[in-house]
């Protein structure tokens, strides 16, 4: 069962302006959608919010109808290990697989330190990670 | 005619015109006094440059018939435009007026390979608009039967052309668009349906896409017009080569000017367009600067005709920026975005100067099917973006990109750009 450790991760596409985020989070706020995590990329003038929410479905209808571009992209979250080599460990499998990371953040959560990997593919990505035992989160347990 | 003896022929036109209103015209008169030339001192064709230029404004400010040359008897004629930049303007004619606006008609309606055999519905407005009136009487004169449908009811228009077996319509492009919408709505294909075959289009901007569009969706051949009521009204057009429009030379002298300096462009380069109506009687037209911008091509036409062609209009003067010292218009702009599939045509122009240097900055709707949350896609947007309207306008610009539907939509005349330059 591969699909459930794929996550549904928001991203949403700002323009360089203040008060982009503010403007997602009071969306999020009066959806009564809960952000677990999210990071912020930018680039030269625009930049990309990404979030892990309570429920990514409603978030991103309440995000078009305001007018922002938004799409879901499926992300991965690992359980890590507190320990030294955590990292160094998921780094290899994936290089190992030829899986590229596109990006990846990481938060605390009720599950300790996740680290949230977006890959160019998500599926190989899942199989190569249980196969050499990393602990996956599985959708359910993040949203 | 041979190109030199077109020459010789608008010498000879223009030294008339001119010793006719230095005589009989107090506003020219003036103007060239103004200017200090004097009838005398125009020599040769080129001599055109010494003579002063006319304007909008000189129309409005000497509303509604103080320009007009003739006795006011002489006169049978009058139309007006509507004023959407300003105060209306009035134009007169006398009878040879009417017959050289209809003559130029007649000759551009042969040329896109209309005649006798033709059932030409004219579908621009009738009334004090030239668009109806010049298209009614230049497709008589070349006997083609004419099915004066003006403007409005487009359902009874499409009935007409079906019944009535219209091959070729006049109007506005975007009316043509919208009579296809409306016939597809009714059940009608243009192609199965009608015999239409052939469109004249003009009275606003279009493109080269737009013609692509109709001529692929419609099944026709799509002709561009060109004119303005200061000239007469819609006089020239496309031949059936569809590779410029021909000014015929006898009735008008063009030149495509350098907006700032006002010196000639070099051949093919892009300018204003200024005219003199070598042959007008009631509201003579020298140096006519009509505000659009165009291409001037001198080459003989495959068609064989050697009268010169203009291109499509793109874009107007006032439209202009100048950026670094190179004029850019907002229409190229637009063509260049057009060509990329993942950013809308809506667009903004921002002009600040940063130091000495004028920084231009384009913002684009990135479309939503585009919309990647890897940032490396998005930057490969914005550099395809940057790097399309650098070889379209000849000048470096910053590229924003923009959410779908965040920027300014525009009714009627577009504003899209914001100049914040102090100079």
């Known amino acids: 069962m591969v699909k459930k450790h794929l996550i549904q991760q928001v991203s949403m596409f700002t323009e360089n302006r203040p008060g982009r985020l503010a403007a997602f989070a009071q969306a999020m706020e009066q959806a009564g959608i809960d952000i677990y ?6 680039a030269d003038g625009f930049g990309v919010i990404r979030a892990l929410v309570s429920d990514p479905a409603v978030a991103c209808d309440r995000l078009t109808a305001l007018g922002f571009m938004v799409k879901m992209t499926d992300v991965i979250a690992v359980r890590m290990k507190d320990r030294p080599g955590g990292l160094r460990e998921v780094a290899e499998v994936l290089g190992r697989a030829d899986i590229n990371i596109d990006y990846s953040y990481a938060y605390s959560s009720k599950h300790g330190a ?20 990393v602990p996956l989160l599985e959708s359910a347990e993040v949203h | 005619m041979p190109r030199e003896e077109l020459r010789s022929l608008q010498f000879k036109s223009m030294k008339t015109l001119v010793y006719k209103l230095y005589s009989f015209s107090e506003f020219y008169r003036r ?12 020599q040769c064709l080129e001599d055109v440059r010494k003579l002063p230029f006319m304007v909008k404004s000189d129309l409005r400010e000497n509303y509604p018939d103080k320009l007009f040359v003739t006795p006011r008897d002489e006169v049978v004629r009058f139309h007006a435009s509507s004023g959407t930049t300003g105060k209306s303007t009035v134009v007169g004619y006398t009878q040879h007026d009417l017959d050289g606006w209809t003559t130029s008609l007649a000759r551009a309606l042969t040329s896109c390979g209309l005649g006798r055999a033709d059932t030409i519905q004219v579908s621009y407005g009738y009334g004090l608009f030239t668009g ?19 403007v409005g009811n487009t359902e009874r228009q499409i009935e ?14 975007s009316y043509l668009l919208h009579m296809g919408e409306v016939a ?53 057009t496309e031949c059936d080569e569809q590779k410029g429009i021909h000014i015929w030379g006898d009735l008008a002298l063009v030149e495509i000017l350098d907006p700032d300096t006002h010196e000639p462009v070099s051949p093919g380069e892009r300018g204003e367009l200024v005219v003199t109506m070598l042959q007008k009687e ?36 006032d439209d202009m920026l100048i950026i670094r010292g190179i004029n850019v218009f907002p229409s190229q702009v637009e063509y260049a975005l057009m060509s990329i599939p993942e950013v809308g045509s809506h667009f903004m122009i921002e002009v600040d100067r940063k130091g000495e240097l004028d920084d231009m900055l384009v913002r684009v709707e990135l479309r939503r099917e585009f919309f990647s949350d890897r940032i490396d896609d998005l930057m490969r947007i914005k550099k395809k973006v940057t790097h399309t309207l650098r070889a379209a306008l000849n000048v470096s610009v910053d590229v924003e990109l923009a959410n779908p539907d965040s920027l300014p939509r525009f009714e009627g005349k577009a504003k899209r750009v914001i100049d914040r330059r102090r100079i």
């Not at chain 1, 995590?37 to 930018?42: D, G, L, N, P, Y």
């Not at chain 2, 230049?138 to 449908?149: K, T």
């Not at chain 2, 019944?163 to 319509?169: C, E, G, K, N, S």
């Not at chain 2, 052939?198 to 009275?203: D, S, T």
């Open chain 1, 37 to 42: 995590a999210f990071s912020i990329a930018e």
């Open chain 1, 114 to 133: 996740v680290l949230i990997l977006r890959v160019d593919k998500a599926e190989d990505a899942v199989k190569s990670l249980k196969e050499s035992g």
């Open chain 2, 31 to 42: 103007r060239m006094r103004a200017a200090k030339v004097h009838p005398d001192d125009v």
């Open chain 2, 132 to 150: 109806g009136l010049g298209l009614h009487y230049g497709a008589e004169r070349i006997g083609a039967a004419v099915l004066p449908a003006s």
């Open chain 2, 160 to 173: 007409l052309m079906m019944d009535m077996q219209v091959t070729a319509i006049a109007c506005t492009p």
């Open chain 2, 184 to 236: 597809q709505k009714m059940g009608v294909n243009f192609l199965r349906d009608t015999k239409l075959r052939r469109a004249i289009l003009g009275a606003e901007p279009w493109s080269e896409r737009m013609r692509n569009r109709i001529e692929e969706d419609l099944g026709i051949k799509a002709y561009d017009i060109y004119g303005t009521s200061e000239l007469s009204g819609p006089l020239f």
């Open chain 2, 282 to 317: 009631a509201l003579p037209i020298i140096r006519y600067k009509v505000g659009d911008i165009t291409t001037l091509d001198e080459e003989v036409c495959a068609c064989g005709r050697t009268h010169p062609r203009i291109g499509r209009i793109q874009g107007r003067v």
